[in-house]
Antibody, heavy 117, light 112 residues
Framework: EVHLVESGEGLVQPGGSLRVSCAAS????????MHWVRQAPGKGLVWVSR????????RYADTVKGRFTISRDNAKNTLYLEMNSLRAEDTAVYYC??????????WGQGTLVTVSS | NFMLTQPHSVSESPGKTVTISCTRS????????VQWYQQRPGSSPTTVIY?????PSGVPDRFSGSIDSSSNSASLTISGLKTEDEADYYC???????????FGGGTKLTVL
């Protein structure tokens, strides 16, 4: 069974940095593209970033480009999102998600990032 | 880039059938698979339909998905509504040009 467990929840001041992680199990991690999706309080789902299986190709939403960095450690079966220059509008629950052809998308339980002074 | 537009809310009675639409603003709805996610209050999303009309194991056959090229839209249909179906539903598909995901704004389903 696929398990995705996010961690790194925290309260950060505007302009600060935070790294959230996603520990994966139940599948061969290196074979799958992975995504970060966020949801601001009371709002809808918004795609943030994705990375291919070996980490050589990444993409970002325009709203986070240049501030966020997605990466992965296939030896540790872990996905990361390094967030810098955080703004109040980055406050959200951050979900990691596995994209799998033929079986849909698997989601983690999410981790809350709050940007406030 | 394109957008996916969903109705903000729909409501229906238990036992009835409801359909939620998802209209693509440009490009063909058939050119990229559409997924549908259910999100109950306080929970993370779960997949109820993938690749236009496929159900993950464990999702009841009351849930079905389809696409309509004439209206350039996808639809999620839930029959035999139960109170447990009350949730937010999101459509999503892959943008081939940018290799990113695009989400619809979400539809709140009320079963009353």
């Amino acid at each position: 069974e696929v398990h995705l467990v996010e961690s790194g929840e925290g309260l950060v001041q505007p302009g600060g940095s935070l790294r959230v992680s996603c520990a994966a199990s139940g599948f061969t991690f290196r074979n799958y593209w992975m995504h970060w999706v966020r949801q601001a309080p009371g709002k809808g789902l918004v795609w943030v970033s994705r990375i291919n299986g070996d980490g050589s190709d990444t993409r970002y939403a325009d709203t986070v480009k240049g501030r966020f960095t997605i990466s992965r450690d296939n030896a540790k079966n872990t996905l990361y999102l390094e967030m810098n220059s955080l703004r109040a509008e980055d406050t959200a629950v951050y979900y990691c998600a596995r994209s799998a052809t033929g079986s849909g998308v698997d989601w983690g339980q999410g981790t809350l990032v709050t940007v406030s002074s | 880039n394109f957008m996916l537009t969903q109705p903000h809310s729909v409501s229906e009675s238990p036992g009835k059938t409801v359909t939620i639409s998802c209209t693509r603003s440009s490009g063909s709805i058939a050119s990229n698979y559409v997924q549908w996610y259910q999100q109950r209050p306080g929970s993370s999303p779960t997949t109820v339909i993938y690749e236009h009309n496929q159900r993950p194991s464990g999702v009841p056959d009351r849930f079905s998905g389809s696409i309509d090229s004439s209206s350039n839209s996808a639809s999620l249909t839930i029959s035999g509504l139960k109170t447990e179906d009350e949730a937010d539903y999101y459509c999503q598909c892959y943008d081939t040009d940018s290799t990113t995901w695009v989400f619809g704004g979400g539809t709140k389903l009320t079963v009353l």
